[in-house]
């Protein structure tokens, strides 16, 4: 092997690492389990101290649901189609930094768009802007391996229960403990066949 072909394989490993973070995502038994009973149970919490990696197991979750892209020991539930997905934060600041960072990267710096969970070469188009807070996300579309298109929206606990009616979902996650109209009406949009993820 040349110096070259070494640069190249060293560049792609460091990129691979920086936009499909969900490659090296390792959980600890207890992450392990709740990501398991997924395919047992609709309704998941996993609640635990700050620090430790509640966020981050959800959106793994949620990243593997929207693409299709499982790792190969996953035991968890399988979307096998394109899926449409809801993640509820605090406010729009605190859906901001939690859920839509660990999903898609920093917020507010383009160059970081796909070093969150959702690898950036599944990411369709740029995202819609958000209202709830600045450089917030409002919904993205991420390309599925079946060949179609999920779909994302990010919504908050502060906007009202009327803002949480309407569409069908598949796929739902409250990051941190919702009031709990916002929770029966998120739970009702998945019509008694999708999964609900809670993390606080």
């Known amino acids: 092997m040349d110096i070259d072909q070494l640069y190249e ?3 792609l490993a460091k990129a691979r690492r920086q936009f499909e973070r969900w490659r090296f995502f390792v959980p600890v038994p207890k992450q392990e389990e709740f990501l398991t009973a997924g395919a047992s149970y609709s309704e998941r919490m996993l609640m635990a101290g700050n620090g430790n990696g509640k966020t981050e197991t959800a959106a793994f979750e949620i990243a593997s649901h ?10 968890g539930y399988r979307f096998n189609t394109p899926i449409r997905c809801w993640v509820g934060g605090t406010s729009g600041r605190g859906a901001r930094s939690a859920g839509q960072e660990k999903l ?5 710096d383009p160059s970081s768009l796909g070093t969150g969970m959702i690898p950036k070469e599944n990411i369709v188009g740029s995202p819609a802007t958000g209202r709830s807070a600045p ?3 409002d919904s993205a579309i991420i390309r599925h391996i079946s060949g179609g298109n999920s779909r994302v929206e990010l919504k908050t606990y502060s906007q009202d229960r009327e803002d949480w009616q309407g569409s069908d979902i598949e796929l739902l996650w ?14 009702a949009r998945l019509r008694g066949k999708g999964l609900a993820l809670t993390t606080f």
């Open 174 to 187: 409250f990051d941190e403990e919702p009031p709990m109209p916002i929770y029966t009406e998120g739970l």
């Open 66 to 75: 929207l693409t299709g892209n499982y790792p190969t020991w996953w035991k």
């Open 104 to 108: 898609f990267g920093t917020p507010g």
């Open 9 to 11: 394989i060293t560049r």
């Open 135 to 137: 450089n917030s996300i």
